[in-house]
């Protein structure tokens, strides 16, 4: 493996974990945050929560499980190539969603509902949670214990208020200073990720159509880029062959334009990144596309009534879940009557945001439901 460059987050720099323990063997920290990280419950959970179709809507559309996979090698391709450390990037990404509610933004805007009066919800904070105190492992502390890097990146944004309770990973919204590149690298592999799978998705349940994709620029030259390779594609194929190609461009794109402003900013260190304006990103034509392209799926795919019945059905759940814990703690399991005894709310939204989507119906059915379930 190369060198790392001077400005990556090099492990002899790191500020290590919240609890010291002995060095690993034969991995690195970052590899080690990874692999507690694959290991953890919440990742297991990752495979039966939604991205934009619920789990039981068809087996072939992506879960939350897949899009972090996905997200993990764009980003770890990126890392590599800008020679940047691919195993921390590769742990943020992994762990980027364990926060996340059943439901995807739809659960998460529900819960965020529900929490208003005490507190609110934020998937990306739950996600630091679940690492640092809601897995339960091992014997001698809470959570996984990462790496100050890995918590680091897993925290994308952050209120300022809520910084100053988050001791040192908070600070640096305090300070308005950035985090890694292999966070900042994460962040968007995820959506180059989201952006691309859910155009794929839209399109194999038929609430997107190719005529209404080939109104939208950067999908349009990548199509007619395939057709003119394989001028008799059609179907699924054709499909791959185009979001394949975008991938790609979207990738190029960020690696040229990222270099291009770590020369421009010339940072020596993480220091110095962490000082510097947002180093990872887009060109402007790029972004401008991006862009286009995420209006288009709000508008087509995100807001299709389709989509929006299921959503209807889904913050439905969240609140009559949430609101029947609240009046009597008594109906949750017992490890969360046990935590509801200090924090109700928190303990409620905890273990809904812990909950896959199947598991969620299933628990809304035993709690509503006049028959045996």
Known sequence: MPDLAPYAARLERSRGRQRPEPPPNGRSEYQRDRDRIIHSTAFRRLEYKTQVFVNHEGDLF?????????????????????????????????????????????????????????????????????????????????????????????????????????????????????????????????????????????????????????????????????????????GRRLVHETVRRMIDTLVTDLIRQSTRNIHTHKPKTIEDVREAPPLVGFS??????????????????????????????????VNDLFHTFLADPHLLPPEFQVRAAQDRPRAIADYIAGMTDRYAILEHRRLFAIEES
Request: aromatic share 6%; with cysteine.
């Open 62 to 234: 992506r879960t939350r499980l897949t899009h972090s996979l996905e997200v993990a090698q764009i980003g770890r391709s990126v890392a590599r190539s800008m020679l940047l450390d691919e195993d921390l990037t590769e742990a943020i990404a992994l762990a980027h969603d364990l926060g996340h509610t059943p439901f995807g933004h739809t659960g998460q805007d529900a819960l965020n509902a529900c929490m208003k009066p005490f507190g609110g919800f934020e998937h990306n904070l739950q996600s630091l949670r679940v690492v640092d105190v809601l897995e339960q492992r091992y014997g001698a502390f809470d959570g996984l214990n990462l790496t100050f890097e890995t918590r680091e990146g897993i925290l994308k944004h952050c209120s300022v208020k809520t910084a100053r309770s988050l001791g040192a990973v908070g600070q640096r919204f305090i300070r308005k200073r950035r985090p890694s590149l292999e966070a900042q690298i994460a962040n968007l592999a995820d959506e180059i990720a989201y952006n691309n799978h859910d155009v794929d998705d839209g399109l194999r349940s038929g609430l997107l159509a190719l005529d209404q994709l080939s109104q939208v620029r950067i999908f349009a030259r990548h199509m007619g880029a395939a057709l003119k390779a394989f001028p008799h594609l059609t």
């Open 284 to 317: 402007e034509q790029i972004r401008g596309e991006q862009q286009e392209l995420k209006q288009f799926l709000r508008a087509n795919l995100y807001q299709h009534f389709r989509v929006a019945r299921m959503s209807a059905k889904a913050r439905r759940i």
